[in-house]
């Protein structure tokens, strides 16, 4: 008869403890390489990393149908973005890293202990016995590498179909600041990385809410609108100083990359506020995940 009692909370450092079978190594139970296949074979992974991909077809493609409007007063992100393929990359980023990399990044750790327990496999990852702790990190781990590679996997491609559509020219900032191709590119992706760090807030929420529910949906759109949420009251400046504790106060400060000399205080402040937010969050995580019952 099959012992679920590593399903029940309570219990787990009691069967640690005692004599474990002879081939049994909870070290090495759950590797990262197969929770990696796993995931890389859902659907939900392949249609994610598509439409990332895919977006900044999707944007030259508008950008050509559209007509060219009368010249305003002064410039902005949309007027520069076919100046040239590191402008129409950033462009991109902007236009994705508010919304399309939140939902991103809630997917992926929002989605990854949530749905198995909507499948009912949770308990029987837990029944083999695999660590709740290790479970959780293996798990973590994977979905930041998923996150990751969408996040920078973005401004690459838009780097590649901007550059084929509007050559390699210099990288021009609204403020009329510019900078070679290469440079351009290499600070865009620096604040891919920024981006990042940056929603790990996010993904330490998804994971949170992941763990205390069975609908992936819900626990994705949990931190969706958590994000949300931030955003429109980063936006009342009669909130003055308190908006300085939201946890996207300084989502944007990796555009001071495009500057010639670059201001490294704003997304300082970022990744500590992104990272505080996380500690917290994912603490909060494995602390819930570490006392629920597992029995659906």
């Given at each position: 008869?099959?012992?679920?009692?590593?399903?029940?909370?309570g219990?787990v450092?009691?069967?640690?403890?005692?004599?474990?079978?002879?081939?049994?190594?909870?070290?090495?139970?759950?590797?990262?390489?197969?929770?990696?296949?796993?995931?890389?074979?859902?659907?939900?992974?392949?249609v994610?990393?598509?439409?990332?991909?895919?977006?900044?077809?999707?944007?030259w493609?508008?950008?050509?149908?559209?007509?060219?409007?009368?010249?305003?007063?002064?410039?902005?992100?949309?007027d520069?973005?076919?100046?040239?393929?590191?402008?129409?990359?950033?462009?991109?980023?902007?236009?994705?890293?508010?919304?399309?990399l939140?939902?991103?990044?809630?997917?992926?750790?929002?989605?990854?202990v949530?749905?198995?327990?909507?499948?009912?496999?949770?308990?029987?990852?837990?029944?083999?016995?695999?660590?709740?702790?290790?479970?959780?990190?293996?798990?973590?781990?994977?979905?930041?590498?998923?996150?990751?590679?969408?996040?920078?996997?973005?401004?690459?491609?838009?780097?590649?179909?901007?550059?084929l559509a509007?050559?390699?020219g210099?990288?021009?900032?609204?403020?009329?600041?510019?900078?070679?191709?290469?440079?351009?590119?290499?600070?865009?992706?620096?604040?891919?990385?920024?981006?990042?760090?940056?929603?790990?807030?996010?993904?330490?929420l998804a994971?949170?809410?992941?763990?205390?529910?069975?609908?992936?949906?819900?626990?994705?759109?949990?931190?969706?609108?958590?994000?949300?949420?931030?955003?429109?009251?980063?936006?009342?400046?009669?909130?003055?100083?308190?908006?300085?504790?939201?946890?996207?106060?300084?989502?944007?400060?990796?555009?001071?990359?495009?500057?010639?000399?670059?201001?490294?205080?704003?997304?300082?402040?970022?990744?500590?506020?992104?990272?505080?937010?996380?500690?917290?969050?994912?603490?909060?995580?494995?602390?819930?995940?570490?006392?629920?019952?597992?029995?659906?």
């Amino acid at each position: 008869m099959t012992d679920n009692r590593s399903t029940v909370t309570g219990t787990v450092g009691a069967l640690a403890a005692g004599p474990p079978p002879s081939q049994y190594r909870p070290g090495r139970t759950l590797p990262l390489r197969v929770e990696l296949v796993r995931q890389l074979k859902r659907r939900r992974t392949q249609v994610t990393f598509g439409l990332v991909a895919l977006l900044p077809v999707i944007l030259w493609i508008a950008f050509a149908l559209a007509p060219d409007g009368p010249p305003t007063g002064s410039l902005n992100l949309v007027d520069l973005a076919k100046a040239g393929g590191a402008n129409f990359a950033v462009f991109a980023q902007f236009a994705s890293a508010s919304f399309l990399l939140v939902v991103v990044v809630a997917l992926f750790f929002g989605d990854t202990v949530a749905a198995e327990a909507s499948w009912s496999s949770l308990r029987y990852l837990l029944a083999a016995p695999i660590p709740r702790a290790r479970l959780l990190r293996q798990k973590a781990v994977v979905a930041a590498g998923l996150s990751l590679a969408a996040i920078l996997a973005l401004p690459l491609v838009a780097l590649l179909v901007g550059g084929l559509a509007y050559g390699t020219g210099n990288l021009v900032s609204p403020t009329g600041e510019s900078l070679p191709f290469w440079t351009g590119a290499g600070r865009l992706l620096i604040g891919a990385l920024y981006v990042a760090v940056q929603l790990s807030w996010v993904a330490a929420l998804a994971l949170l809410l992941s763990v205390s529910t069975d609908a992936p949906l819900g626990a994705v759109g949990g931190a969706v609108m958590a994000s949300i949420v931030s955003q429109i009251l980063n936006q009342i400046t009669a909130l003055e100083d308190l908006r300085d504790v939201l946890p996207t106060r300084y989502a944007t400060a990796w555009s001071d990359l495009l500057a010639t000399d670059v201001d490294w205080g704003g997304m300082t402040r970022g990744v500590f506020s992104s990272l505080t937010w996380a500690l917290v969050l994912g603490a909060a995580a494995v602390y819930r995940f570490g006392r629920k019952d597992v029995t659906s």
